[in-house]
């Protein structure tokens, strides 16, 4: 019983020679060419081919696209990356409401603003200002994130907004001023 496998297999296949029919080839294939009849699948199996590679070309382009859009090609600008950078509002829900008030205080001004050409370069300084508040703003919300919330920093926030909104009323009464200096020029 103990035997090699590859003798045993070995004898087996030298005894059997068994020998096909002739013509056998022949109809096997006949029969294969009627079950599988030729037909125009290579025209559609082309066009798959061709739109699957255009999508994948397409999407491999907007993959490396967006890869190298983010990428800063200009190393010797070091520039602060700060993301989720906390404000007011995520410090306490009270603080929120302070900085939504004043922001929306100051928005409110300056809308009701009327602009006139004789008044553009007085209304062309004040927002000068107010950016320069505004970076000054940026400026404390980084350090607000680097040191964490302190009562300096948080106070100083405050602080700035409620100069922003002094400087819009300070803006519309001067504006007030000259509108009713030009009415009494007008009206003499």
């Given amino acids: 019983m103990a035997q090699d496998l590859r003798n045993l297999f070995?004898?087996?296949?030298?005894?059997q020679h068994v020998k096909m029919s002739e013509g056998h080839e022949a109809r096997f294939l006949q029969k294969l060419d009627r079950e599988l009849p030729k037909g125009n699948?290579?025209?559609?199996?082309?066009?798959?081919?061709?739109?699957?590679?255009?999508?994948?070309?397409?999407?491999l382009s907007y993959g490396a696209f967006q890869f190298f859009q983010g990428t800063n090609v200009d190393t010797n600008e070091e520039q602060p990356v700060v993301t989720n950078l906390k404000t007011l509002g995520d410090v306490s829900p009270d603080l929120k409401k302070v900085e939504d008030f004043y922001l929306a205080s100051i928005n409110l001004e300056l809308s009701k603003v009327e602009l006139t050409p004789d008044t553009k370069e007085l209304f062309d300084g004040y927002v000068e200002r107010l950016k320069e508040l505004n970076e000054e703003y940026d400026r404390l919300t980084i350090e607000l994130n680097e040191n964490g919330p302190n009562e300096e920093t948080l106070n100083a926030l405050i602080d700035n907004?409620?100069?922003?909104?002094?400087?819009?009323?300070r803006l519309k009464e001067q504006l007030q001023e000259f509108s009713d200096d030009s009415f009494k020029e007008v009206s003499t």
């Fill in 161 to 169: 907004l409620k100069f922003r909104l002094n400087l819009v009323m």
């Fill in 41 to 59: 699948k290579g025209r559609h199996f082309n066009f798959f081919n061709i739109a699957a590679s255009v999508i994948v070309l397409l999407g």
């Fill in 10 to 15: 070995g004898e087996d296949h030298k005894e």
